[in-house]
Nanobody, 115 residues
């Protein structure tokens, strides 16, 4: 069974940066979309950014211009470079891999941005 493991979360001051990583174990379907979602306390999970196999990326407006998603196909990994972090970015960030045959979620990594 494929599993996703996130890393790179932590505590950072507003304006700082963090880089999240997510590695998929085993074999995943080749035609897929990898992405990051987040869930803040008391709120629903929301999409942050997704990226296709060929590198087409989509971002939610709240992070556009500050976050960059990337992926390494050979390693089955996806990254999220987060710059100019704001307190409202505080949330648990979840990695996701979605395809025609699977929809896999990581356990999440906490990102806390202080004022």
């Amino acid at each position: 069974q494929v599993q996703l493991v996130e890393s790179g979360g932590g505590l950072v001051q507003a304006g700082g940066s963090l880089r999240l990583s997510c590695a998929a174990s085993g074999t995943i379907f080749s035609n897929n979309v990898m992405g990051w979602y987040r869930q803040a306390p008391g709120k629903q999970r929301e999409l942050v950014a997704i990226i296709t196999t060929i590198g087409t990326a989509t971002y939610t407006d709240a992070v556009k211009g500050r976050f960059t998603i990337s992926r390494d196909g050979a390693k089955n990994t996806v990254y999220l470079q987060m710059n100019s972090l704001k307190p409202e970015d505080t949330a648990v960030y979840y990695c996701n891999v979605k395809s025609y045959v699977e929809d896999i979620w990581g356990r999440g990594t906490q990102v806390t941005v202080s004022s």
